[in-house]
Structures are given as C-alpha cells and as structure tokens.
C-alpha cells in the first residue's frame, strides 16, 4: 500500500520543486510530508506557527508579487479559523494560492472532531473563484500535485489523513482538473458518484452489487468545483438513478452539487450517502464509517433501493 495521499502529494511537490519555482508555507503542522521543503530549499519555505489566518494573508501578500505560493495545514483550521481570509484576501482578489488541507472526514479516525474537517468542501464551494479537488489514491494525488503547480488561480486541495488502497495505475493514469473518471462504465442500471476515500467503496459495492444482478456505473470526482457536468449528466441518463458517496456532511458537498446539476438538467433518483447533520467524533474509521450509513454495504443498500423504485414505475 502507498504512503496516504497527503504523503504522496507532499512528497511529489518536493520533487516538482527541483524545477519549478514557487514558495510554500505552513502552520507549524506536520500534516503533508514537506516539513524538509526549505531545508532543501532555502528561502522558499516559510513556518508561520499556529497561525492559520496570518498563514493565508502572507501566502496573499506573497502571491500579490506574482509567486506561486502552496500553503499547508488542517482543512478544518483552513476552511473554519481562517475562512475570512480565505474568501477575502485570497478568492476576492483571485490570487494564485493553493491550499493543501489534510485530514478531511471521518478517515481521520481517533484525532476526533476537532480535527476532522467534515464542512470544508461546502465552505470552500461556496467562495467565487475557487477550484476544489480530492484526489482518491497516491497515484492520483501525486497527479494532483503536478497539475496544482501548473494551475492559476485560487485551489483547494483535500487530503487523507490515512493511507488507502490504490485504485489507478500509474502508467497509464492521467489528471485533468474539471474532468471526472469513469471507472466502470457497463452498468446501466444504477450510477455510483463518489470522491475521495469513497472511490474505493464505491467500486467494492459496484462488486457486490453484480453478484446480485444490479450493474452500476462508478464515476470518480477528484474535481468538485467546477464539477464535470458532461459526465454526471450522460451517467445518469444512462441509468436513471444516482448515488453520491463523499467522507463529507451531505450539505453543500459532493451530494449537493450532483443532485444541483441533476435537478436543472437531468433529473434523476438519486441517494446521498454522507455525513447527516452530525458532527465527527473519535474512533476507527471504519466503524465511523458503518455508524454513519457510509460503509459499503451502505451503498450497496441505496442502489438496491433506487433500482427497486424504477422497476416498480416500469
């Protein structure tokens, strides 16, 4: 198993700065691998302390010069304690800044809810100007990585806290912010949507449900904003029922911004599996996850549920 996604983009970062000039600043966390970024290059790293809304005007200021700048530290620090100046100083302006958050829901496990991001996607989504994405393995995070370089404008980045099992293969693997990947694409009865750490259970409930005789459609999101409407929408005309699966609150994540598109443009059934009006809480991920309706068998259910009301509307 790979390092977790956090690692890999750290550790792809690092190498890209062999070549590529930008500056990176953090929060005094050891969150995303590259706390030897200015040992290894000098005056281009720069630790704030704890910090968070400093750590955002200075990568502003910084950014305002014309530099690329990558600032790293917790999702739930950046999009909470220093959400002001993220929509002000960062997306107001439109300044080349790239956030790399760590720990974003309920992967993060006993660190509890104080560090566990469960809200950051809607605040961020809702900013003017911000790009949103959420690599699902390390070979698709350190894609990410590449292109967050090469990318202009306001980005936020949402990793895991804990390593996962890798769902692409590097060789042939490729990223492009505002496109979504469609994994299985024989089924034609249901549509599995999902982001992140639910890639991975969105594919083994693909798995399960073929042994019942329901063929689903598995679409990765590592762009939440801009979605890929194109895709979600041709999906979902296909199967006529659609489950959304994000490690995220159901409200103004993923969920909502499928059922969005949907609803004016193609609708659907349509499930959201996610966190319901629930704060995280410490524990083993896992069991988090089956507390919360979000383990496999979980969407599992919720495709067996909308294929069911289409053949009884048949």
Partial sequence: MSLATRMEFGKELIEIAKTRDFMLLSAD???CGIENFGKLYPGREYNVGIAEQNLIGIAAGIASCGHKVFATTYAVFASMRACEQVRTFVCY????VALICSH????VGPDGATHMATEDISIMRSFPNMTIIH?????????????AVDFEGPLYIRLMRDPVEDIYDEATYSFEIGKAKVLRDNG???TIIATGVMVGKALEAAEKLQTLGIKAKVVDVPTIKPLDENTVVEAARVTGAVVTAEDHTIYGGLGSAVAEVLGEKCPVRMRRIG?????GESGAPELLYKKHGMSVDDIVAAAQNLTGEKSNTL
């Fill in 29 to 31: 966390t050891k969150a």
């Fill in 93 to 96: 302006p439109n300044l080349n």
């Fill in 104 to 107: 974003g829901g309920l992967q």
């Fill in 135 to 147: 690599p699902s393995d390390a070979v698709s995070a350190r894609a990410a990585a590449r292109a």
């Fill in 188 to 190: 034609n009865d249901v």
């Fill in 275 to 279: 966190i319901k009006d629930a704060f």
